[in-house]
């Protein structure tokens, strides 16, 4: 009877001692300052994504024409040239040479011309009194013929020299050529983005020994699957992903080639405001989907953690774990941990505290 009746005491202090507890009011911190929104699925762009190139869209390799060892290099790189400026000289000593061995072949030929001249104008003179003398009967037949040979051999020497002559100088010319070869000049206006001599080194016929790019015109340059040749087209809207920021642009050419080792096509997109050879992130639209997506603003991050802060029908905060897709712009997509349909702080989440609650 004493064992029941104590029995019955606790419980009954137990149950009082519950009663108190539930009924205190939990004390919360308020939270103001903040932006609550619901959050639907809606039609969301699917993304294609790859790395693209920033290349110049004038980009000019400066090879050498000749061999020889450089004599001269005045530019480096990263320097802004002009066109027609002089980059570097190579030695050209054996081309002198020639030049000289031309000019006295174009001199030897000029004398030539001079005597088979003189000579054709003698025989021509000599040709006209003997046909003057043929027509009054004077000479025979066969000494009319004999000078006509002399004039015609005459007439055929001269022109022979004068073709000679126009070799020799052809020759010369072309020596001027390889001559004019010695002084590297820059083929546009830009900035040598690459040096592949140095100086002293030998130049060898064909081989590039700077790159000079123009700066105020780049533009990306993307490798694409095959698989999206139907789907890419020019004017497609693109994201690029440069400094932590999606800069919206549009593919402005389309190489439909298949390369058969990468099984990709190249696209260029307009782009401004990046640097030559750097890398970028290239998002293209190619379907639509089903999303849920939350802006960028709204996502929090707790060291390795990524969440939002929810909220619920009675105005408590709570920071919610959620698993993050692609980026569509300004927002995020949501793959899991969050339903269609919650609120959550989209604004001043800075001010937000788990367990708070919003007046």
């Not at 419980?11 to 103001?32: M, W, Y």
């Not at 919206?248 to 401004?272: C, E, G, N, Q, Y």
């Amino acid at each position: 009877m004493k064992k029941a009746t104590l029995t019955i005491i606790l419980l009954g202090l137990f149950t009082s001692g519950c009663t108190s507890h539930n009924d205190k009011e939990i004390q919360r911190p308020f939270v103001a300052g903040v932006e609550v929104k619901t959050v639907a699925t809606s039609l969301a762009d699917d993304f294609y994504e790859t790395s693209a190139t920033v290349k110049s869209k004038t980009n000019s390799v400066v090879s050498s024409m000749i061999m020889g060892r450089v004599t001269s290099l005045r530019v480096k790189e990263g320097e802004r040239v002009s066109k027609g400026q002089l980059l570097l000289t190579i030695d050209s000593r054996d081309t002198a040479q020639r030049a000289i061995g031309a000019q006295a072949g174009v001199n030897e030929a000029s004398k030539g011309v001079e005597a088979a001249a003189q000579n054709s104008a003698l025989v021509n003179k000599t040709y006209e009194r003997y046909r003057n003398l043929y027509n009054e009967k004077v000479i025979t037949r066969q000494e009319f013929d004999t000078i006509t040979t002399q004039k015609n051999v005459a007439d055929i020497e001269y022109q022979r020299a004068i073709q000679g002559v126009n070799r020799a100088k052809a020759g010369l010319g072309e020596v001027s050529v390889y001559q004019s070869y010695a002084r590297v000049t820059a083929p546009i206006s830009g900035i040598v983005t690459q040096k592949n001599i140095d100086l002293g080194s030998t130049a060898l016929q064909g081989q590039p020994l700077l790159t000079v790019e123009t700066p105020s015109s780049l533009e990306l340059t993307a490798n694409i699957n095959e698989s999206l040749l139907q789907k890419v087209k020019t004017g497609t809207p693109v994201y690029v992903e440069s400094n932590g920021k999606n800069i919206s642009s549009k593919i402005t050419t389309v190489i439909p080639i298949i390369d058969p080792m990468t099984r990709t096509f190249k696209v260029k997109i307009a782009l401004s405001g990046v640097s030559s050879g750097q890398y970028l992130k290239v998002k293209i639209p190619v379907a639509k989907k089903e999303a849920l997506l939350v802006p960028s603003a709204a996502i929090v991050q707790k060291g390795e953690l990524t969440g939002v802060y929810t909220v619920d029908d009675k105005n408590i905060i709570s920071y919610r774990l959620i698993r993050i897709g692609k980026t569509n712009g300004n927002k995020v997509e949501v793959l899991s941990g969050l339903n269609n349909g919650e609120k959550i702080i989209t604004s001043g989440v800075d001010n937000a505290v788990d367990g708070g609650e919003i007046r």
